[in-house]
Structures are given as C-alpha cells and as structure tokens.
C-alpha cells in the first residue's frame, strides 16, 4: 500500500480488517513505529479522526504531530501559476514537500467546499499533498471519501454478524440542518459493495449518491421499502449530489426512529458521528441495545493503527 | 479512587500529599502508566493545568492528548429530549462515550457560567463527562471546585511548615476587574477543614461561599482583623455566591501588600495563578520572599501525577 | 551554551553545524533527553519551526509540548509596576516562571510590532523569558533575529559547497505585501559575516539593514550588479529598518527570476519558507534544481537538534 484514500489502494480488505481486530485484541504487538513521525493535518475540525489516529499511531510506538492549518498555520494556495499577492501565505508545492520531510506518514483531512462539484470530486487538495509530499498519504476525509471510517464500519459489521450466510446493508439517508459532505457515503457504499454483504441505498429523489459510488446498487425512494428485513442500518445525512451540495428537503420522516427500526431484522443500527439525536436518529434507537455507534467509534483506532501498520512496512 | 473531583473522592489525604512529595524527588519512580492514554479535555482555556498535567502524565510513561473542544471540536449538547437542529454538532452522551473509550483517563476543564447558580453548582457538565465516559475522570477545575490545585495547596503548605503545631491558614478576598468563579476558594476551604490547620476566611460582605464550603469556618468581614498571626495567606478573588456571579466591591483595600503582610505572622503568601498583579496582590509582596506562588505552580505536577498514579492503579 | 538567541551564543559555529549534519545522518545517536520536556511558546504562527523542534526534541527521546499563548492562554503583561485591572491575565514574571518549572529548555517565537523599533530591537519579550524562566531558553524566532534559521541555512552552504574557496553569498531583498520582520535576514547576515564566505547584501534604497547586522558587509541598491557571479542567493523581503516596518518598495524588478539567476554563477537559491511564488521568487525559479529552499527546511530539524543536545549538556 502507498497510499490511503479509498478501497482501491487496498490489495487485501479481509487481510486488513482481521488485522484491525487482532490489534484490538492487542494493540502493542507491533512496534513498526519506533522512532518514526506520523503527521496529522486538519484543514477542518475533527474529533474523531484526530484522537483515533493519534492513539492508533502511539500504539505502534510512532509520534503524532498534529497540524491545525489554517489555525496553526496559514491559507495554502493550491492553484499553480498565479502570483502570489494575496491573502495565501504559502503554496501547497512548500508546504507539502516540507512535511513530506519531516514525517513518514502524512495524514490529511480536507473538507469539499460544497459549491463547485467537479473541483471537489477532483480531490484537488488530497491529490497535490500526495504529489508533493513524497511520502505515503492516509486521508483522514477528503471530498469524496473517508475511508479510515468505513474501514472501522465494515470491522465492525464483522464482529456483529456471527452468521454464514449475507447481512442485509441498508444505508438510508436522514435529516439535517446543515449541508454535509457526501464523503461518508460515498465511501460506505465504496466499501460495501466489495464486502460480502447484501447492500442497498434508501434516499429522498434527488439525493442519489454520484454514480461512481453508487454503480449496481438498488437505490430506493421509499425508505420503509429499503428497510425491510435489514441487518444493518447506517443512518447518515448528506447533501444532494445532483443539486450539488443543496440541502433539498429536511422531511422528519427520514429520521430514523423506533417505527423505522421495527420495520427492519431487528437490525443493528450505525453511525459515523457526530450524530444529531432527534434529527438524524431518534434517542430511542441510539439509547437502546440495537445502536452500534460507539463499537464503530471505538474501531476507528485499530482501523487507522491498521493502516499506518501497513504504510510503514 | 474511582474518580477524582473533590476531596471526598480521596480515601487518605495524608497519603496523596506524602506521595506527591515522593514523585517531586523522582518523577519517574512510576511506570504505571506505560501504554496508557490520559485524555485531556478543555472547554476553557488553561496554561498551568494543562502543561502541569502533560508533564505528569509523561512522568508516568502516559500518552497525554490535549483537545480543546468549541475549537479543535465543536459545541457540545448537555440536554436531554431536545431535537439537535440549533448549533451543537454533538451530544455529551456520545462525546464522552467515545472518548471513554480512546483513553484510560480522561482530564476535564469545564467553567461556570456564573449566572445559574443551580446549573452551576449542579456541575451538570462535569458528571455528565463522568455519567458518559465509563472511564476515571480528573477534574482539571470545574464549575465549583479546583481540586488539583487544592491539592498542590496542601502539599506546598506542608513543605513550607516544618513546626509541629498547627500553622494560621487565611483565606482572603481580593479585588478584581472580573467576575470569576468561586472554585478555586470552595476547594482550598474544601481541603483546609479537613487538614491539620486552623483555618478561617475573609471577604467583604456579600462574597460569603457557599454554606456547603465554609461550613464551620470562621469568616471575617474585616481583613486586617482576620489577617492577624497567619502563617499563610491564600489571596484570590472570587465573584458573588450570594449576589450570583456578580462583582459587587472592587476596593483597592482588599489588595493585599505590606501592609496586609505587616498584620501577619511573616506569613507566606499565596496564589493559585494567573495572578494580577498590582490589583490582586502587590509587587512588594510577589516578588518578597514571602511569596511561594511559584511553589504552588511548580507542585501542580506533582499533584497531578499523584492522582494519576492513584486512578491507573 | 547557556541560551541559543543569536550567534553570539555559540562557542563554536563549525562544531554546531558538523553536529547537526551527524544528526542528519542518524537522528537517534543521543539519548540527552530521555525524560526531559522542552516547552514550545509560540505568541505568533509557525509551521516548520513548530514541527522541525517537536521532531528535533522526539528524535534525542525528549518530550515536546506546544503552548500557543493568546489562544490556548492569555494575553501577557510585559511591563513592570503596573496594576494589571486591563486585559492582560498574566504577568511574564509569573508565566515564564512556571514554565520554568515545568521544563527543562524553554523555545520562544515572539514577533516583532514593526511600529516602535527601539521596543522591537530590545528584545523585550524574549529577554523577559530568558530573564524569569530559570532554564535555557531557544529563540524560535524574535524580533530582530531567527537563528535555528540561520544555523539550518548555513548548513545547507556547506553541503551544497564541496570546494575548498569561498562562495559568494548574496542576500537580496525581493518584493512582498505584507510588511514582514528584520528577524530573517538580520540573523543570516550575523551568520555569513563569521562564516568562511564572500558575503554581500542586495536592497533597494531604504532598506538597508540594522547597522549592527549589515556592519562591514558591501551592500548594492543595484541587484544585477551585486548578483554577478553568486554562488548562492537568499532571497528575502524585508520592512524597511530607516522608516520603520514600512513597505517603501513592491517594485516586481526585484523579484526573482531566471533573469536574476542568469546573472548568477548557476548559483544555488535559498528562501526560508515561506515563500509567496511568483512574487518574492518565480514558479521557473523554485522549480529548478537551483532551488535548495527544501533542503532548508529539512535541515531545520537536525539545527534545532544540535541545538537542544547541546543545551541538554
């Protein structure tokens, strides 16, 4: 593996899950991190992501060095060619190129700007601090994925399904106040359709994830539809990606409550966090035994600890 | 010790402060928290708590990570029942949840907001971090009390006290431009009760702590008489129990100098920092031999290591 | 070495620099701080000199902790005899102090006002925390110099000069918006004078450095004139130190392109980040093999690391 940013820099996804769970079991047993710097940029906040990997990387015995950019640092310019004159401090072909010599891992958060689709599915930002640091890149979210999470999710749809045969997955979308990102999304479906699972989509019109993430998935209208008999429910808000980046409909009977719950196999029901209780999911449901949110909170850490892992090989 | 937020969370007094003093003469005599990860969360800002309890943590061989939530995270949601569709991004419950279980400890700083007095003396934040965390919690100065610079209190007047007989401790008031909590003196009265001391309090009418603090001291309206004979002198000011949070005196008489000084038995003086200085307690006084302010702050690590090592046992 | 502000603190400059590239070559052949803490205050933004220390102080086993005062602290009082009833929290005398006690090598980044020159060129602010903290203080930056610049910039001459003459060495001034600090060429030309080079100074009228820093040093107001022959050009905009943190000059002639190198002889071209491309050096420029900005950085790691294994003497 070179570099982290979705399923595709993975050769071995069950390899890299049973390697998350064995750290779980033991999270010292490897010391590949001896001695080495893995850096942590945040171009956006994060709670998770920041002490999940700080925690994954000290594991390993590596240090963490986090970057606040922005806050920390300055504006970075990512645009070549122009002249400098305004408010950006400093290029990304710097900026970069120096972390890149300071750490042995880079890790990168960057949020999409939600306004102009192409630029952000181009993962322009992503994709020039992998050009320019010159050292392995784990995203820590980008504009279209965040990977690190969905790689704790399917670990953890793992440890909650003992049965042989396929859990039904079904991703539904919910209310919010805010226009979110599609990068949670997006990178679930990524990962779901490669797991052995049985996955669909349930989601208002107009919300359809962008074909690329969501190619030969049975996208429902209907939520009660979709629900039906499912194993695994991923609640989860995100922006239109036709209208892109609109907030189309903030219709409550899209928030995931215990009519929802009944309607499903009894069915585990997940969260990336942060989660907005009574708007995304009812506290009825996150309150009882079927909410899985924290086990996939909690797995973040042997998700990025497999990561890094594997990166400093 | 299950958690630390007050000295009715600690069994043996005596022994706290005696092991203190031993990590002060060899900070790293324990390596107990080898492998461990000390979380350390501030909704307020800190230099002394939090540098003191980094270097703590790192005696002990800990992991600390700072996180400075409302900046490096977001607002967080106390409230039970409500429908999240406003600005906080997270509920407590999830919060501290998941923290629970990124670390070992979990550190948390957490103001009043010095206009409910209920909510406040509820400490609704702090045991709600406690309620959720499933974890040992450290109080880094919550809406009421301080107990790690009590702690630090008692330990610098044990060193400074090489007599037999009990020393005169007097707390006293003193003038400033802020409305600040009351934390700082609830928990100095707090630990001074119960320790070796003669203990009694001076502040102008109106600034009284709260029964549940004072009771049983005696508490003087007129300084120069309380201040007579002391062999240590805590100076700080505190905002109105009784008046709720507000500043009712700014008197320059209550600024405690030589004068103030003059009155006692060439007591020490101290602060719990950050001290103004001029309008809280004179240069002549600080920069004297009297003042052990620095003392105060230097035994904060030790403090904190010493509760550290108590709840990684 | 007692403190590490400026060359004036270094016994032997050759010894340092040779230290430093032994470091590049095996970061982890001392262990001088093992158990140590080296405390980083910043009172200004900073990203290499912020993550070169935090690598530096990790590689010789030390723990580095990060103080971004303002926004993790408070606003400091610099001024003696004042009574503090503004929006100053905290005096110098007791915030240095305390950190003092709580490590064992104190870095300070303070910048310049650029309003009051004989305020900035005191030193004040650094002078105050060498003055209060008690333990060896390194300047990360002050108001007048930058010296583990200087130190990581003199090392890559010397790597990049394999024969036996002197290089010629031109600092020349180039165009930028912002009205920035002396600190950075002050402290280089402090650092060529005693180097073993051919050393001048490139500026337009106006500009010409402190007397203290450019005393002796030919300095050219016509850039093609003084580039002619260069082995290496550092490039750098500078306020004005005769009309004080003025921005006289945006004048794009002095900017630096392939025009100005094709002066030079092939010379290496040296910036200390950050750099606003296309203003203060051309894209044509930084993009070369001339361009050894990145090696400066990079040795902005094993600088800071000679510096704190010497200080931990």
């Known amino acids: 593996m070179k570099h982290f940013t979705s399923i595709a820099d993975v050769q ?5 899950v049973e390697q998350a769970i064995l750290f779980k079991n033991n999270p010292f047993q490897s010391e590949l991190g001896k001695g080495k710097k893995v850096g942590l940029v945040f171009l956006n906040p994060s709670l998770r992501t920041r002490l999940s990997t700080q925690v994954a990387a000290q594991n390993l015995g590596a240090e963490a060095i986090v970057l606040d950019i922005g806050k920390d640092g300055w504006a970075l310019e990512f645009n070549d060619g122009v002249v400098m004159n305004g408010d950006k401090a400093e290029h990304i072909r710097e900026a970069a190129a120096v972390m890149g010599r300071y750490f042995d891992i880079l890790g990168v958060r960057t949020f999409p700007g939600l306004t102009d689709r192409s630029e952000d599915y181009a993962e322009i930002l992503l994709q020039s601090f992998i050009k320019y640091a010159g050292i392995p890149v784990v995203s820590l979210e980008s504009g279209t994925r965040h990977p690190l999470q969905s ?7 793992q440890e909650q399904w003992p049965h042989s045969h396929k859990p039904k997955v079904v991703l539904t979308w919910a209310p919010h106040v805010k226009a979110l990102p599609q990068a949670v999304p997006n990178s679930f479906a990524e990962w779901m359709i490669q797991a052995d699972v049985d996955f ?8 359809d994830l962008a074909p690329e993430f969501s190619n030969g998935v049975s996208v429902f209208h209907d939520q009660a539809e979709a629900l039906e008999g499912a194993d695994f429910v991923y609640v989860k808000n995100w ?16 928030t ?8 499903t196999n009894n ?3 997940m969260h990336c966090l942060p989660v907005r209780r009574g708007l995304v999911i009812k506290d009825e449901v996150l309150d009882s035994k079927n909410a899985i949110h924290l086990e996939q909170a909690e797995n973040r850490v042997y998700a990025a600890q497999s990561i890094l892992n594997e990166l400093l090989k």
Do not use: C, R
């Open 239 to 254: 922006s239109s990606y036709e209208h892109y980046g609109q907030v189309l409909s903030q219709d409550e009977k899209w």
């Open 256 to 263: 995931f409550g215990q009519k929802q719950l009944s309607l």
């Open 151 to 157: 790689l704790a999710d399917l670990m953890t749809i």
């Open 267 to 269: 069915a585990k029901v």
């Open 12 to 16: 071995n996804v069950d390899q890299l």
């Open 200 to 207: 669909s989509i349930a989601n208002p019109a107009g919300y």
